[in-house]
């Protein structure tokens, strides 16, 4: 039923740049939250970034002034613009739709492989 499709991770070189898309169905995406996590190995699943229904986003501190969350609601679709990447930003980076009414729905994405190195 419900399904996040992510694309544009990589191997980038530090300096770089990529663009991550998540597109959702299934889901009435104008009404969900939509973040993005990573994870690294052997370290927890984080927030990279957050764009709520109302236009509010919400960023890790590591991102702060390198990353932008946006979304285009016409298209179904949520992007991560990240720049002046770094080697620590080296993760599986995932896509999360959240809705907190009639209960909480939480989907997820498959994630899709950010490595940033020389």
């Known amino acids: 039923q419900v399904q996040l499709v992510e694309s544009g991770g990589g191997l980038v070189q530090p300096g770089g740049s990529l663009r991550l898309s998540c597109a959702a169905s299934?889901?009435?995406?104008?009404?969900?939250?939509m973040n993005w996590y990573r994870q690294a190995p052997g370290k927890q699943r984080e927030l990279v970034a957050g764009?709520?229904?109302?236009?509010?986003?919400n960023y890790n501190d590591s991102v702060k002034g390198r990353f932008t969350i946006s979304r285009d609601n016409a298209r179904n679709t949520v992007y991560l613009q990240m720049n002046s990447l770094k080697p620590e930003d080296t993760a599986i980076y995932y896509c999360n739709a959240k809705r907190t009414r009639r209960g909480t729905s939480n989907y997820w994405g498959q994630g899709t492989q950010v490595t940033v190195s020389s």
């Open positions: 299934g889901i009435i995406f104008r009404v969900y939250a």
């Open positions: 764009l709520t229904s109302g236009g509010d986003t």
